[in-house]
Nanobody, 115 residues
């Protein structure tokens, strides 16, 4: 069993920055897949960014050039650096990991961007 705990969300003005963290209860990111997703009110959960164990990274078009995903295997943590935030980035952000043929989700952290 793996627990994922997100942190770092909050309220920020447009143009500001936040860094989200996702800490895993076990060492999984060096061999598994990790990603960040977000869900705005009344909308489906969408992919934001993913990173594979081999270091391949993928971003949603809407965040390319503004967001950056990274991981620290020694700390069992994945990060999402978010710069130049826009009101449309407002959502609950979820950490996701696929490890041992199972899919895991964190509880989510709220990001609110004011205009």
């Amino acid at each position: 069993q793996v627990q994922l705990v997100e942190s770092g969300g909050g309220l920020v003005q447009a143009g500001g920055s936040l860094r989200l963290s996702c800490a895993a209860s076990r060492s999984i990111f060096s061999t598994g897949y990790a990603g960040w997703y977000r869900q705005a009110p009344g909308k489906q959960r969408d992919l934001v960014a993913t990173v594979t164990s081999g270091g391949n990274i993928n971003y949603a078009d809407s965040v390319k050039g503004r967001f950056s995903i990274s991981r620290d295997n020694a700390k069992n943590t994945v990060y999402l650096q978010m710069n130049n935030l826009k009101p449309e980035d407002t959502a609950v952000y979820y950490c996701n990991a696929y490890y041992g043929q199972r899919n895991y989700w964190g509880q989510g952290t709220q990001v609110t961007v004011s205009s």
